[in-house]
């Protein structure tokens, strides 16, 4: 019997909805644990979106963000365990990043839905393993409640207008900004960032 409290419901208990997850792999250890957990056939849910990256350590708060503002469910970052990282020091400059980012996340309630593992590329196992996990993990704490699809903001050509957007090509820490983040997100940007010093020359 339906009542007027009736509220969205996380798969489990009943209606279908599946998270939203994308995962940044590294080249060279994560994203073969994903390629063999392919391979040896290990189950996993549908609800990961692989994209590679040469180091975990490339992944900035910017495109953490974005991913959570842009229909992310849930950001996943996986690299290779510490001491094991191709550029030697990378995993350990992405773990103070990422570490860093979830501080700054949990201002916006957002900091359960991004995850951080090591996965090498013998642990195809595992790979499928974590994706489980963080799928139930997401799955409890419901649909992103930030989650508003969109592609990217048109461009505006001074023909159109003033844009309402920040201007075009603002860059934070090198990322170019068409979108243009709101003052808040760049705020978040740079307190994610604050320890920018420690986690430079591996990307």
Same mark, same amino acid.
């Given at each position: 019997?339906?009542? @007027?409290? &009736?509220? =969205?419901?996380? $798969?489990?208990?009943?209606? %279908?909805?599946?998270?939203? #997850?994308?995962?940044?792999?590294?080249?060279?250890?994560?994203?073969?644990?994903?390629?063999?957990?392919?391979?040896?056939?290990?189950?996993?849910?549908?609800?990961?979106?692989?994209?590679?990256?040469?180091?975990?350590?490339?992944?900035?708060?910017?495109?953490?963000?974005?991913?959570?503002?842009? @229909?992310? &469910?849930? =950001?996943?970052? $996986?690299?290779?365990?510490? %001491?094991?990282?191709?550029? #030697?020091?990378?995993?350990?400059?992405?773990?103070?990043?990422?570490?860093?980012?979830?501080?700054?996340?949990?201002?916006?309630?957002?900091?359960?839905?991004?995850?951080?593992?090591?996965?090498?590329?013998?642990?195809?196992?595992?790979?499928?393993?974590?994706?489980?996990?963080?799928?139930?993990?997401?799955?409890?704490?419901?649909?992103?409640?930030?989650?508003?699809?969109?592609?990217?903001?048109?461009?505006?050509?001074?023909?159109?207008?003033?844009?309402?957007?920040?201007?075009?090509?603002?860059?934070?820490?090198?990322?170019?900004?068409?979108?243009?983040?709101?003052?808040?997100?760049?705020?978040?940007?740079?307190?994610?960032?604050?320890?920018?010093?420690?986690?430079?020359?591996?990307?």
């Amino acid at each position: 019997m339906s009542t @007027g409290t &009736d509220v =969205v419901k996380p $798969a489990q208990e009943g209606n %279908g909805w599946e998270p939203n #997850i994308l995962a940044f792999c590294c080249n060279w250890c994560s994203y073969a644990g994903a390629d063999l957990a392919g391979v040896s056939r290990f189950q996993y849910p549908p609800t990961v979106k692989i994209l590679r990256v040469m180091c975990s350590s490339r992944v900035e708060p910017a495109f953490i963000l974005k991913a959570l503002r842009e @229909g992310a &469910d849930g =950001v996943l970052i $996986a690299g290779c365990h510490i %001491g094991d990282c191709h550029y #030697i020091d990378g995993n350990k400059n992405a773990q103070i990043r990422i570490n860093n980012t979830k501080k700054a996340l949990v201002k916006l309630g957002l900091d359960k839905r991004l995850r951080l593992e090591w996965i090498s590329a013998s642990e195809g196992l595992r790979f499928s393993e974590v994706i489980k996990d963080f799928t139930e993990e997401i799955k409890k704490l419901g649909k992103n409640p930030v989650n508003e699809p969109q592609i990217m903001a048109p461009r505006v050509t001074p023909l159109e207008g003033v844009s309402t957007h920040a201007p075009q090509g603002k860059r934070v820490r090198g990322v170019e900004n068409p979108q243009g983040f709101g003052n808040d997100e760049r705020r978040l940007i740079a307190s994610a960032n604050k320890s920018a010093a420690n986690v430079q020359g591996s990307e």
